[in-house]
């Protein structure tokens, strides 16, 4: 069950962030930004050379003494980041990927809709129940 | 004391490998001294960090701390460059008297390090006299802080003196073979566990043994220590490769942990020379040659495999290891390195109170890994330093923890998280828990964290499109710069970053947070207003200013033109002459096309100096609450400007509204406007177009021409509501409107004032009749300018007049289709035989028709206004601008509602007595409600009621009509018969009507007016009223004679007839032949012919005329004899034959003759 999901655009400002609102959602904020440094510097590391075949998933950003952070990046640059309870511990990694693959779907779908101006914050319903339903759902 | 110091607890943060090969002095003042004085000659001293050992290609490095807790001190022996090895104490003493006691205080300091010092220093500033003439090694005296140039001398020589301590050590130690003696090196923790173990009398052997190798393996880590220290890297790192083989065997983890440490810094030494500890690396770099040298020495090797660490020998510790083991071979490769230190790392875990040294490794990897750049690796270490827990740690030390988190993570590359980890700390810089907050670090350091979420504080960056970051940590921030500068008690700092926050985070901010910060805002600039100064900190960081140009957001802005009424225009000059400068040809596309371009910038309108002149924005509100913006103005450059600044309060979210924006110029030239100024909440803003994104203008460059008089002009009459719409686009600045009757005429006084500051000087006027499908005849306005011209020049505030005679005279016929219906009557137009020419007509039709309401809606046209539009130019100028030739048009609207006042429903003829005569008989309707009376020229009045219509007979005299028409057809032979039949008829009419003078009068309301007929007059009637162009004339007894007035002669002479033809048409006529036939009127309807005994023809009764050429004259004469007295009339006759049938027969008209006879006079 993820408690924090967030969409980056390429320039790394957020499309999207949502967390459970029981909790300070700028602890969440600051979280998903700290972890773009992780995520740049893992894209780098890939380098240029298998845009192709490359691993969109990127696996554990981070972990924190109560979180964990997972991040995944789209061929486009759009980031995901997802923030999942660290006690979770029933949460694999094959769970988290297909959450992600949930999540680019989603947003595809976003990014299809003619009306949605790329770079705007994302308001689509869609998918906004979509990630209400990853952040409730236990995996 | 030291017994208590069991954990190190003071983590030195700024460590790097490169630290293990240095020697620790310790600077310190004893004494009084200040602490300028004293960083004076602490950095004298710390510039001598690195010493070339003589007669050795080794160098020596050493570390000065100028506070070093001696609990830190205790760990020396496991790792030796923690260990204090020197002392220089600095300490003022200005007389003898001090000395000793001074002396003592020096001494007292040494104790407190003195188990590990090699060696130590005294240096004493302002002692003079005897006892500085004692020499002492350990002793310096200089008379002052600025007489001290030996201090780095002394320092070196220091060195010196430590370096041959240590080698001495390091030989000592090294040199040691019998393994039974080494004694076991031990940290402040671990001696509580070995007290009172005797290892001599241990009973069990593999204990023993255990205990050697552990008690070996310590010692080897040691003397590796000592080698780095003493610059043999090679050594060092076969030491180290044994030492680890021997702990590791008795898994001493501690000591194995500082052993793979050991090993990696000295791989770190060999690899990167340049250091990496960023600063202090680079100092030594610079320092010597000789490091690097080594280093391009043995990189390449370090590339090579390992030695292979059994090939060690691990009894004994042979002093010769360089000779056979490869030199680079023993050095660890760079990912080898981070192994060993993840290695190292996990083995001090193990132990809680090798904290500080675990943490301390961990940052000393970072620092190699960001060298390496795996920004990844490096961040699992630093993630793991975070976790470490020391003791509990003063508020200093975790902001300095922090700090120190974040200046790592920048070295990683890591900037967001630097950024976390430096705001962490400044918020650290003002918990709750400290009694005296540090606001101005908390500032400082915030602002380092800008760069880190990607935020500038300069507005510039943001007006780039839409905004581009995170914009909720962002926001975030710039609210805790506010609160920090605030309570720095810099509130000038507050309203810069406020206004910032609320230019660019606009969008992002709730209404209620809008609300929340401009109240702040507002608050904030009652104390201190916002300016367009940058701010400087002190730190050098330049805050530029933050315009708002969001409040209110500005879509357009355009420079406006004058009013009509006040638009400068230039007196054309000779055509082309600006051209031809340009270019040779009239006309080139290249040229029309630059001057499109040009046309982007300039705008071709002028301003004129001294008048308002206006820009108009259009603005739009995107707070929730409503928005005061005061003293908003604009910004000009070119010409000397004077703004007239503006409040204005616009509602919340409101749509575009315009504003528009006034000023003065007060020189002329080009002026260009380049942005406008406001104040809102508080801060004053200069907000310049070019920053402004998405902002329509069409030009922003005017032309100021010189100052113009202004001219302002007035009427008695009422101002008309009803504005013209004149086609040519010119606009009317006032309008005025009068009624009259048709026919009516009235004088229009206009009251000229200039009221602008220059003498007015010239003046034109013209008018223009706006296109009117009524027809008008005779001048509708007509003026006489010399009067007012004599006025002239008119200087300001002084008042001049001007009359204008307006004459309405529209068409006084009726209606065609009414025309059509009377004339239906079948009353004929010529020869009636009325003997009465007035003849009442009541003719009810006409009078129904108001009644008989489907009608009155079809006729209106009789009883409605019409309108007459006409306007009236001023042209004026004077003062400078007219030396310039410009001039400005000032135009009067003129609004004539006419009513109708009487209508001619018909026109006709009838002859009259005499052929050159005859009466016009006109229908005059009364279409006014009042009493109306009618006259002609020699007639008297006809008074007519309301709607009432009466028959009028005017005896006029035939018209000779051929001179005036013959012109106009000569003018334009080319012009179409039609149009000059009008022409002619129109012409006509104006003689006609001008010969007529009819005149009407409304007694109740004193007004008078003309009328005319030209409009209704058909050709029918106009060949009556026209004079025929054979003039016939009778002379009795060479008197003309014609109409009523009877000739007279006397009984029984004869009485000379001459008849006279005057041919005035373009043809010849006749030849003619007359008769002559006398009659008799009885008066009772009877003519008597027979009268061949009353009058006898004197020679034949019949005349005969020539043909008569054109504009040629012929004349017959004949004679009567008249027998009886009585009244006689003559008619002279035609014969049928010779009358041309050509010809009509008005021509033939002849007068008749009346003779009286009387009785011959004796």
């Not at chain 1, 790394?12 to 740049?40: A, G």
């Not at chain 2, 060195?159 to 030989?171: D, P, Q, T, W, Y």
Request: glycine share 6%.
């Amino acid at each position: 069950m993820a408690v924090c999901i967030a969409v980056i655009a390429k320039e790394n400002y957020p499309l999207y962030i949502r967390s459970t609102p029981t909790e300070n959602e700028l602890k969440f904020h600051y979280m998903v930004h700290t972890s773009l440094d992780v995520v740049d510097e893992k894209i780098s590391a890939m380098g240029k050379a298998l845009v192709d075949q490359r691993e969109l998933y990127l696996g554990l950003l981070y972990p924190t003494e109560d979180y964990k952070v997972y991040g995944y990046v789209t061929n486009s640059k759009v980031k995901f980041v997802m923030v999942v309870d660290s006690s979770n511990t029933a949460l694999r990694d094959n769970e988290i990927r297909s959450m992600f693959r949930k999540l680019h779907n989603s947003y595809t779908d976003v990014m299809c809709n003619p009306f949605y101006n790329p770079g705007d914050r994302i308001q689509s319903r869609a998918f906004d129940n979509m990630v209400t339903s990853m952040m409730i759902q236990v995996c | 004391m030291i017994r208590q110091a069991l954990r190190m607890s003071v983590p030195d943060y700024m460590q790097c490998a490169e630290d293990h090969q240095t020697l620790l002095v310790v600077v310190q003042a004893v004494g009084i001294v200040s602490e300028e004085n004293f960083f004076r000659i602490y950095k004298r001293i710390c510039s001598v960090n690195q010493l070339s050992v003589r007669d050795s290609q080794r160098a020596l490095f050493i570390r000065y701390r100028h506070h070093y807790p001696p609990e830190n001190n205790e760990w020396g022996d496991f790792q030796t460059h923690r260990k204090v090895v020197g002392l220089i104490t600095i300490t003022d003493c200005f007389s003898a008297k001090d000395w000793p006691q001074t002396f003592e205080k020096f001494h007292v300091q040494k104790e407190i390090y003195g188990s590990t010092l090699y060696d130590s220093r005294l240096f004493v500033f302002g002692l003079q006299g005897d006892v500085t003439e004692q020499p002492r090694p350990d002793v310096a005296f200089y008379p002052n802080y600025d007489d001290c140039d030996s201090v780095e001398k002394r320092i070196e020589d220091f060195i010196e003196s430590l370096f041959i301590v240590l080698e001495s050590k390091r030989l000592d130690r090294a040199t040691d073979k019998s393994g039974d003696k080494i004694p076991l090196l031990c940290v402040p923790f671990e001696k509580k566990d070995f007290v009172g173990l005797d290892t001599d009398s241990s009973v069990l052997l593999g204990l023993k043994r255990h205990y050697k190798k552990r008690c070996q393996g310590r010692m080897r880590k040691h003397v590796g220590d000592l080698c780095l220290q003493a610059g043999m890297l090679q050594d060092a790192l076969v030491h180290y490769h044994m030492s680890v083989e021997l702990l590791r065997s008795v898994n001493d983890f501690l000591w194995l942990g500082a052993a793979l440490e050991g090993l990696c810094s000295a791989s770190v030494i060999s690899h990167y020379p340049g250091g990496t500890g960023g600063k202090s690396g680079a100092r030594r770099l610079q320092g010597s040659s000789l490091p690097s040298e080594a280093a391009n020495r043995h990189r390449p090797g370090a590339q090579e495999v390992l030695i292979d660490p059994g090939a060690l020998t691990t009894n004994g510790i042979n002093p010769d290891t360089s000779a056979e083991i490869g030199r680079a071979k023993n050095c660890l490769s760079p990912e080898d390195i981070i192994d060993k230190y993840k290695e190292a790392i996990s083995y001090y875990s193990k132990y809680k109170n090798a904290g500080v040294i675990e943490l301390e490794a961990c940052v000393k990897a970072v620092r190699v890994l960001a060298i390496q750049k795996r920004g990844m690796e490096a961040s699992e270490f630093l993630q793991n330093a975070v976790y470490i827990n020391l003791r509990q740690l003063s508020e200093e030390e975790k902001i300095q923890r922090y700090s120190i988190l974040s200046e790592l993570y920048e070295l990683i590359g890591f900037h967001r998280k630097s950024a976390f980890f430096k705001r962490v700390a400044a918020m650290q810089c003002v918990a709750p828990s400290i009694s005296e907050p540090g606001w101005r670090a908390c500032y400082k350091l915030l602002l380092e964290t800008l760069p880190g979420y990607s935020l500038s504080l300069d507005p510039k960056d943001f007006n780039k499109g839409t905004h581009r970051g995170w914009a909720a940590v962002q926001m975030r921030l710039l609210h805790e710069l506010v609160y920090a500068s605030r309570r720095m008690g810099n509130p000038a700092l507050s309203v810069r970053h406020l206004s910032f926050l609320l230019q660019t985070m606009l969008d992002f901010l709730s209404d209620q947070e809008k609300k929340d910060v401009t109240q702040s805002l507002e608050n904030y600039t009652a104390k201190c207003p916002g300016t367009m100064e940058p701010i400087t900190l002190p730190d050098g960081l330049t805050l530029p200013p933050v315009p708002f140009t969001k409040l209110p957001i500005v879509r357009c802005v355009k420079l406006l033109s004058l009013p009509t009424s006040l638009r400068p225009q230039k007196v054309k000059s000779l055509l082309g002459q600006t051209m031809s400068a340009k270019s040779p040809f009239i006309y080139s596309p290249i040229i029309a096309h630059s001057r499109g371009e040009e046309r982007n910038k300039k705008i071709d309108f002028q301003w004129v100096q001294g008048d308002v002149c206006e820009v108009q924005l259009m603005v739009y509100n995107p707070m929730p609450f409503e928005l005061r913006v005061e003293n908003m103005g604009l910004l000009t450059s070119g010409v000397e400007f004077e703004s007239l600044p503006a409040a204005l309060s616009l509602p919340a979210e409101s749509g575009l509204y315009p504003v528009t924006l006034v000023g003065v110029p007060q020189t002329t030239g080009m002026i260009t406007v380049n942005g406008y100024h406001t104040t809102v909440f508080g801060v004053f803003s200069d907000c310049l177009l070019d920053n402004l994104p998405g902002v329509k203008t069409s030009g922003s460059t005017v032309e100021v021409i010189p100052a113009l008089p202004r001219l302002q002009i007035s009427t008695a009459l009422p101002r008309s509501a009803h504005s013209l719409q004149p086609s040519s686009g010119d606009e009317i600045s006032t309008n005025v409107s009068v009624q009259l009757y048709n026919g009516e005429a009235q004088q229009l006084v206009i009251t000229l004032e200039n009221i602008g500051l220059e003498p007015l000087e010239q003046l034109e006027v013209t008018s223009k009749l706006l296109t009117t499908k009524e027809k008008l005849s005779g001048d509708f306005l007509s003026w006489k300018l010399e009067e007012t011209l004599s006025q002239f020049p008119l200087q300001p505030g002084k008042v001049a007049t001007f009359t204008v005679n307006i004459k309405a005279k529209l068409d006084f016929s009726c209606q065609e289709n009414l025309l059509q219906d009377l004339s239906d009557d079948g009353v004929s137009v010529s020869g009636f035989p009325l003997s009465s020419p007035f003849r009442q007509v009541v003719r009810p039709r006409v009078e129904s028709r108001p009644t008989n309401p489907s009608e009155g809606s079809k006729s209106g046209d009789l009883g409605h206004l019409k309108t007459l539009e006409a306007v009236l130019n001023f042209k004026y100028s004077g003062g400078p601008g007219h030396v310039e030739g410009y001039y400005r048009n000032l135009s009067l609207g003129l609004h004539v509602e006419v009513e109708p006042s009487v209508f001619f429903t018909r026109v006709s003829t009838l002859p009259a007595t005499s052929t050159r005569q005859c009466h016009l008989l006109l229908d005059v309707f009364n279409s006014t409600e009042h009493e109306l009376t009618v006259c002609a020229r020699n007639n008297s009045e006809l008074v007519l009621h309301p709607s009432e219509c009466q028959r009028m007979a005017i005896q006029v005299d035939k018209f000779n009509f051929e001179s005036v028409s013959e012109s106009p057809g000569e003018k334009e032979p080319l012009a179409n018969l039609k149009q000059l039949e009008d022409e002619r008829q129109e012409a006509r009419g104006l003689e006609i009507s001008s010969k007529l003078d009819i005149c009407w009068r409304i007694p109740s309301l004193k007004r008078s007016g003309e009328a005319s007929v030209e409009g209704l007059l058909n050709q029918l009637v106009l060949e009556h009223l026209q004079l025929a162009p054979l003039q016939w004339d009778v002379l009795v007894d060479g008197q003309p004679c014609d109409c009523e007035v009877a000739a007279t002669c006397q009984v029984g002479d004869p009485v000379h007839l001459e008849v006279r033809l005057t041919n005035r048409s373009p043809h010849s006529v006749g030849p003619f032949a007359l008769t002559v036939v006398p009659f008799q009127d009885h008066k009772n309807g009877v003519h008597n012919y027979d009268l061949h005994d009353a009058i006898s023809f004197v020679g034949s009764s019949t005349f005969y005329l020539d043909t008569v050429q054109p504009s040629g004259q012929s004349a017959c004469l004949g004679a009567l004899l008249f027998l009886y007295t009585g009244d006689f009339f003559l008619h002279i006759r035609f014969h049928e034959d010779c009358k041309s049938k050509e010809l009509p027969p008005s021509w033939f008209c002849l007068p008749s003759v009346r003779v009286r006879a009387l009785e011959a006079q004796a």
